[in-house]
């Protein structure tokens, strides 16, 4: 169970949150297409504008269900800092500041130490092995990560090193999917979303045998359906216009809280990219 005294707490995606870094798209914009996404929308871009008004109403959602959200400050130089999941992650009692993998996202995650310093946070520092937090997924004693072009297998065996009480499985994914939560996100004890032509034949097989995966189509994974975000008792982020994704949680009995969010994912993430829990109520 979670000690009242502890700062930082993590061993579900699902479990009731109490406290998530985020940071405002106040300087989002596609300068170089990283990711498949943002290849799309290069054109079209973002109108930061209208980000902004959708951030700030999913940040609003989150403080009236009771999440204490802390701000990073946003920086000129990093334009794809809105999505704080990446910079790091919080696996038991442990804070995890990330290796940036893309040149262009390089710093960000100072912005997270000076966070943690300053609030006297310890943190274990993955320097020289590329990773991030949107390739991490953690359910009990059970760590998922994502081998991708951001997550690299020095990574993944350093993790295992360090966390010998945890069972870590990696799961290879096709390339073109920018982090494991754009193909792969549990909901619940139970339940997961998937989008099975990311995944192989053996990985569906293996995640089947551990949760009833509710599959999403091409056209909502395009819209990120599965990066949905969980803030405990069955209620969860999604986009509006994925509808089968949400009709789906919410037959499974899910609060499905819908917001807004389609400048931000134009970007190549959602509700979950933008979010790096601290503290969940185990």
Same mark, same amino acid.
């Given at each position: 169970?979670?000690?009242?005294?502890?700062?930082?707490?993590?061993?579900?995606?699902?479990?009731?949150?109490?406290?998530?870094?985020?940071?405002?798209?106040?300087?989002?914009?596609?300068?170089?297409?990283?990711?498949?996404?943002?290849?799309?929308?290069?054109?079209?871009?973002?109108?930061?504008?209208?980000?902004?008004?959708?951030?700030?109403?999913?940040?609003?959602?989150?403080?009236?269900?009771?999440?204490?959200?802390?701000?990073?400050?946003?920086?000129?130089?990093?334009?794809?800092?809105?999505?704080?999941?990446?910079?790091?992650?919080?696996?038991?009692?442990?804070?995890?500041?990330?290796?940036?993998?893309?040149?262009?996202?390089?710093?960000?995650?100072?912005?997270?130490?000076?966070?943690?310093?300053?609030?006297?946070?310890?943190?274990?520092?993955?320097?020289?092995?590329?990773?991030? /937090?949107?390739? +991490?997924?953690?359910? !009990?004693?059970?760590?998922?990560?994502? =081998?991708? *072009?951001?997550? &690299?297998? #020095? @990574?993944?065996?350093?993790?295992?090193?360090?966390?010998?009480?945890?069972?870590?499985?990696?799961?290879?994914?096709?390339?073109?999917?920018?982090?494991?939560?754009?193909?792969?996100?549990?909901?619940?004890?139970?339940?997961?979303?998937?989008?099975?032509?990311?995944?192989?034949?053996?990985?569906?097989?293996?995640?089947?045998?551990?949760?009833?995966?509710?599959?999403?189509?091409?056209?909502?994974?395009?819209?990120? /359906?599965?990066? +949905?975000?969980?803030? !405990?008792?069955?209620?969860?982020?999604? =986009?509006? *216009?994925?509808? &089968?994704? #949400? @009709?789906?949680?919410?037959?499974?009995?899910?609060?499905?809280?819908?917001?807004?969010?389609?400048?931000?994912?134009?970007?190549?993430?959602?509700?979950?990219?933008?979010?790096?829990?601290?503290?969940?109520?185990?």
């Amino acid at each position: 169970m979670l000690g009242l005294d502890l700062k930082t707490y993590c061993n579900s995606e699902y479990n009731v949150l109490k406290k998530v870094i985020v940071c405002e798209p106040k300087y989002m914009t596609i300068r170089e297409a990283i990711n498949e996404t943002q290849k799309h929308y290069l054109d079209e871009n973002i109108q930061i504008n209208i980000a902004m008004l959708q951030h700030n109403k999913f940040v609003e959602q989150l403080k009236l269900n009771g999440v204490d959200v802390i701000m990073l400050p946003p920086l000129n130089k990093y334009h794809e800092q809105v999505f704080t999941r990446d910079i790091g992650f919080v696996l038991g009692e442990t804070v995890f500041v990330a290796d940036m993998a893309n040149e262009a996202r390089v710093g960000e995650e100072d912005a997270l130490k000076n966070y943690l310093e300053g609030n006297m946070i310890s943190y274990f520092n993955l320097i020289g092995d590329e990773i991030e /937090g949107g390739d +991490v997924i953690i359910d !009990g004693k059970t760590v998922y990560i994502g =081998l991708s *072009e951001r997550t &690299n297998q #020095n @990574a993944i065996n350093h993790l295992q090193r360090l966390l010998t009480d945890y069972e870590v499985v990696t799961i290879d994914f096709r390339e073109k999917y920018l982090h494991l939560d754009c193909v792969f996100n549990i909901v619940s004890e139970n339940e997961a979303l998937y989008y099975p032509q990311a995944l192989n034949e053996d990985t569906i097989k293996f995640l089947e045998s551990r949760y009833d995966l509710i599959q999403v189509s091409k056209e909502e994974q395009f819209s990120l /359906g599965t990066n +949905v975000f969980s803030i !405990g008792n069955k209620k969860v982020f999604s =986009l509006p *216009e994925n509808r &089968n994704v #949400n @009709a789906a949680l919410r037959s499974r009995g899910f609060n499905v809280i819908e917001v807004e969010f389609s400048e931000i994912i134009k970007s190549g993430g959602s509700f979950r990219c933008c979010t790096m829990p601290l503290l969940r109520k185990g």
